[in-house]
């Protein structure tokens, strides 16, 4: 039926609604046919009204809670709640889901609705969905709601969802398709929110990240980068909004802190207002704090303002300096020390006092800066007492030794725990790593009462985060399979249910194995195998869930490593008395079981009489899953495939990864030992982290199949890649250089996070005596000399390992790195902080070490900070 007939239907609804029926009204809501539901309520008694929104309301609640509302049925639906619910609070506990879409133009139809009805609500309505925002609600839920205030003269709510909405929605604003758009600063001038939103830019954690959006006119090459700053500067030149405010909200703003990159807008907006010396003046304190405290680019422009104020108290100068002159970050206390140079030639009465301030540098931990500040300080008199190196003692590595792995937590045995744990699960955007867990007091507790469990499940599942839904552009998504076996446990048996179970348990199990083909069929060559064994074992428990007296799952880990104590899966077994074994289940339970296992065990597996028993005797017999061999090569990207070539644009132009095979004579059945390099998905996908407890004892196996991941941290910019490092770090079994590889990418990795974790892998490893220092540093000096790994993110991690108790292994690792960096045909940025470092682990340990080309750069003429460098390491190893 076309529009104009569902309007010209108006009549014949407005007899049904006034007789007592709601005729075709919510099928109208479904379709979206906002405007036909608005005719139809026009006129409509104030107690009819009612009547329908208590049938709406019923109505409502039957409906799926997953379902998701389109912009047209959620328009459609804002009408008839305005149309019809008595208040505000009833109209937000429809509208106020996420679920529901609300855009701007829906705001005038509804506002038309409840000016003919009568409603003077709509400023509270809007409150009360903005008090309902989430982090996953759009920018268009805040225009309907902004539309609305506008529209009633109200105040908009100033929490922090909605400054962050109301920014996204100046970044993106509802009309952002009709022609070029609408400079930035013109938006802001127009909209009536701002007087409102513009002091809480200063004060919401995290803000700033967003506001250094760019507005992209023809292309991204055509676009206004810092486009929010320049408004506002702009702005402030105009006198529309106060540029004291401005200035001090920034100030403010870095001496409260937060994430460096969201710090950066505040440092690039204070650069554009371009303070004068007045303003700075009146500031110096702020701007003294901000050099001794904040990150290092606001210490920078403080710093670099500071300096040029002509009458700044020269004690308040050395004040601060003792403070800066202890930073970490070297190019800060460089120009402090410039600083003070000038400032001791400028005022020799004060020499002496200004050496003595210079002198605090020559404990500094970076030798060139210890260098540095020794011969300012014995330019202008002093001589500092301590000039050696920060270190004196020789020694070698003093790492404690790793404790052993912790046991797991113990099994859930309450259904409201279970609860508990299964909305704590869903909350997260990724599962946690007590899956296990849950998935084992899921089994347990639905067999024994399964309708208790599926009561106490229901509302936890339909209030699950959206982001749940299935991800299909990450073939390792598992979200949806995990979801449909909660809803699934304790369910009534439904046919249709029980069958796609099985044929999803079907499709991941070869019916016609060979000893040429593994057993896990392989749907995408991009998933590792492992988390196809976790697919497999995923849809087993879905076929067997609700059956009733199941002891539990045979797999559950018993160390939070996920190894799997050998006597344990004996007595499960045993429990199980005749109740056949889940093939995935127990194949799982043997990959988490030790390398090494005493006889004894393997008789009283055998002794137990049944298949499963058996099973496990001959695999602790058989010596279990046998370490592959591993190699690595360099893996070229593959020609682009067309425009929306994701896999093409994900992989750098060259990248090193690991390759398996099983060893001569093993029969690899479910394909765990063979990987191709370069065939795994290059995405970050969300369920990596689970992979080192599937095979706790093949660390290597599963760094090999998470390299592309751990490399895109540092080729590709990519967060979160390294974080399962320190997983892996803590299960069992060589890690190879697939794991020596994969701290390297990590070492080099574009955000913090990343890094640390990497760092934390190998002071671990190291610990354990299970770390190649020389195979990873000429991995870094490889990936340096090519571009690919930037060594001013390395030296960070490593002077922190250096400083944790590994000067040697730190070492051995720069003196592999070294000789490829130095021979690169561009010298890699960093390199002369790796030399720092590299003079300072082996002054450190007393150990001497061979670099092969350190003599030539040593030996070449100049005074570059390289040749300086590599004359100082130089002279250091000649010592020994």
């Known amino acids: 039926?076309?529009?104009?007939?569902?309007?010209?239907?108006?009549?014949?609804?407005?007899?049904?609604?006034?007789?007592?029926?709601?005729?075709?009204?919510?099928?109208?809501?479904?379709?979206?046919?906002?405007?036909?539901?608005?005719?139809?309520?026009?006129g409509l008694p104030e107690q009819r009204r009612r009547e329908i929104g208590r049938e709406l309301t019923t109505w409502f609640k039957k409906r799926d809670r997953n379902a998701w509302w389109a912009e047209q049925p959620g328009s459609a639906l804002a009408v008839l709640v305005v149309g019809c619910l008595p208040t505000a609070a009833q109209a937000a506990a429809i509208l106020g889901r996420d679920a529901v879409t609300l855009h701007a133009r829906a705001a005038d139809l509804v506002r038309a609705v409840a000016e003919e009805r009568g409603v003077d609500w709509l400023g509270d309505l809007a409150h009360r969905l903005a008090a309902r925002f989430t982090q996953q609600s759009w920018t268009g839920r805040w225009q309907f709601v902004a539309a609305l205030l506008r529209a009633e003269g109200a105040a908009p709510p100033t929490d922090d969802r909605s400054v962050q909405l109301w920014l996204r929605a100046v970044e993106f604003p509802a009309d952002r398709h009709r022609g070029r758009p609408v400079p930035v600063a013109d938006r802001l001038r127009g909209d009536p929110f701002l007087p409102h939103m513009l002091p809480r830019l200063f004060e919401v954690d995290g803000i700033g990240t967003q506001m250094m959006f760019a507005v992209v006119h023809r292309s991204w090459e055509d676009r206004e980068r810092h486009a929010l700053p320049t408004a506002l500067a702009q702005l402030a030149a105009e006198q529309v909004v106060d540029r004291a405010t401005l200035i001090d909200g920034a100030i403010g703003r870095l001496l409260r802190g937060d994430r460096p990159a969201a710090l950066r807008a505040f440092t690039t907006l204070l650069g554009l207002l371009a303070p004068?010396?007045?303003?700075?003046?009146?500031?110096?304190?702020?701007?003294?704090?901000?050099?001794?405290?904040?990150?290092?680019?606001a210490a920078t422009m403080a710093q670099q303002a500071l300096r040029e104020l002509p009458d700044l108290a020269l004690e308040s100068v050395l004040d601060a300096s003792g403070q800066v002159l202890g930073r970490a970050e070297k190019a800060v206390v460089r120009a402090q020390l410039?600083?003070?140079?000038?400032?001791?030639?400028?005022?020799?009465?004060?020499?002496?006092?200004?050496?003595?301030?210079?002198?605090?540098?020559?404990?500094?931990?970076?030798?060139?800066?210890?260098?540095?500040?020794?011969?300012?300080?014995?330019?202008?008199?002093?001589?500092?007492?301590?000039?050696?190196?920060?270190?004196?003692?020789?020694?070698?590595?003093?790492?404690p030794v790793p404790p052993p792995p912790a046991a797991a937590p113990a099994p859930i045995t309450d259904v409201d725990e279970l609860a508990e744990e299964v909305a704590v699960l869903l909350g997260r955007p990724a599962p946690g790593t007590g899956l296990d867990r849950v998935l084992d007091g899921l089994v347990r507790l639905t067999a024994a009462d399964g309708p208790r469990v599926h009561a106490a499940l229901t509302p936890v599942v339909e209030r699950r985060h959206w982001s749940w839904a299935e991800q299909r552009h990450d073939p390792c998504c598992l979200r949806a399979l995990v979801v449909d076996l909660f809803q699934t446990a304790g369910a009534r048996p439904k046919p249709q249910r029980r069958s796609r179970w099985e044929a999803l348990l079907a499709a991941v199990r070869r019916s016609d194995a060979t000893p040429s083909a593994p057993e896990l069929v392989a749907i995408d060559p991009r998933v590792p195998p492992a988390h196809r064994l976790l697919r497999a074992r995923l849809t087993e428990i879905g076929v067997?869930?609700?059956?009733?007296?199941?002891?539990?799952?045979?797999?559950?880990?018993?160390?939070?490593?996920?190894?799997?104590?050998?006597?344990?899966?004996?007595?499960?077994?045993?429990?199980?008395?005749?109740?056949?074994?889940?093939?995935?289940?127990?194949?799982?339970?043997?990959?988490?079981l030790p390398a090494t296992v005493e006889e004894a065990v393997a008789e009283k597996a055998a002794a137990l009489g049944t298949p499963a028993g058996q099973r496990l005797a001959a695999w602790l017999r058989g010596g279990g899953?046998?370490?592959?061999?591993?190699?690595?090569?360099?893996?070229?990207?593959?020609?682009?495939?067309?425009?929306?070539?994701?896999?093409?644009?994900?992989?750098?132009?060259?990248?090193?990864?690991?390759?398996?095979?099983?060893?001569?004579?093993?029969?690899?059945?479910?394909?765990?030992?063979?990987?191709?390099?370069?065939?795994?998905?290059?995405?970050?996908?969300?369920?990596?982290?689970?992979?080192?407890?599937?095979?706790?004892?093949?660390?290597?196996?599963?760094?090999?199949?998470?390299?592309?991941?751990?490399?895109?941290?540092?080729?590709?910019?990519?967060?979160?890649?390294?974080?399962?490092?320190?997983?892996?770090?803590?299960?069992?079994?060589?890690?190879?250089?697939?794991?020596?590889?994969?701290?390297?990418?990590?070492?080099?990795?574009?955000?913090?996070?990343?890094?640390?974790?990497?760092?934390?892998?190998?002071?671990?490893?190291?610990?354990?005596?299970?770390?190649?220092?020389t195979f990873c540093g000429q991995r870094v000096g490889q990936l340096a000399a090519t571009q690919v790994l930037k060594l001013s993110r390395v030296v960070e991690p490593l002077r922190d390992a250096a400083q944790a108790g590994a000067p040697l292994t730190v070492w051995r690792l720069l003196a592999a790195a070294l000789p490829v960096a130095l021979a690169a045909?561009?010298?890699?940025?960093?390199?002369?902080?790796?030399?720092?470092?590299?003079?300072?682990?082996?002054?450190?340990?007393?150990?001497?070490?061979?670099?092969?080309?350190?003599?030539e750069v040593a030996g070449r003429g100049g005074s570059s900070r390289l040749v300086t460098e590599a004359r100082r390491l130089h002279r250091t190893l000649r010592v020994g």
């Open 1 to 42: 039926m076309t529009r104009t007939g569902i309007i010209e239907g108006t009549a014949r609804r407005q007899r049904e609604l006034a007789a007592g029926g709601t005729g075709d009204l919510f099928d109208l809501v479904i379709k979206g046919h906002a405007e036909a539901i608005a005719a139809a309520l026009a």
């Open 276 to 297: 004068s010396d007045t303003e700075i003046t009146a500031r110096r304190v702020d701007y003294l704090r901000l050099l001794t405290d904040a990150p290092a680019p």
């Open 338 to 399: 410039t600083w003070l140079d000038r400032l001791a030639r400028q005022h020799p009465g004060q020499a002496a006092a200004i050496a003595e301030v210079i002198a605090v540098a020559a404990a500094h931990p970076a030798v060139e800066l210890r260098d540095r500040a020794i011969a300012l300080a014995a330019r202008h008199g002093v001589a500092p007492a301590e000039a050696g190196p920060a270190v004196a003692e020789p020694r070698g590595d003093d790492l």
């Open 544 to 592: 067997h869930l609700n059956e009733p007296g199941h002891p539990g799952l045979l797999a559950t880990p018993t160390s939070a490593n996920g190894l799997l104590d050998p006597l344990a899966l004996v007595e499960r077994l045993a429990l199980l008395g005749d109740r056949a074994a889940g093939h995935w289940d127990l194949t799982q339970a043997l990959l988490r």
């Open 625 to 773: 899953l046998p370490q592959p061999v591993m190699w690595v090569e360099t893996v070229h990207r593959r020609p682009s495939q067309g425009r929306h070539d994701w896999e093409f644009y994900l992989m750098p132009p060259e990248r090193m990864l690991a390759g398996l095979r099983p060893p001569e004579g093993y029969h690899d059945r479910y394909g765990l030992l063979t990987t191709e390099p370069g065939t795994l998905w290059a995405g970050h996908h969300e369920w990596a982290h689970l992979w080192p407890a599937i095979l706790p004892g093949h660390r290597g196996v599963v760094a090999a199949y998470t390299l592309p991941m751990v490399a895109a941290t540092a080729d590709r910019d990519q967060a979160g890649g390294a974080a399962l490092l320190p997983l892996l770090a803590e299960g069992t079994g060589p890690g190879g250089m697939a794991l020596d590889l994969a701290v390297a990418y990590g070492l080099g990795a574009r955000h913090a996070a990343d890094r640390v974790a990497a760092l934390d892998a190998l002071l671990a490893l190291a610990a354990q005596g299970d770390f190649d220092a």
């Open 825 to 855: 045909s561009t010298t890699p940025r960093g390199l002369p902080d790796l030399l720092t470092l590299a003079t300072e682990t082996a002054t450190t340990t007393g150990v001497r070490i061979e670099v092969p080309g350190l003599a």
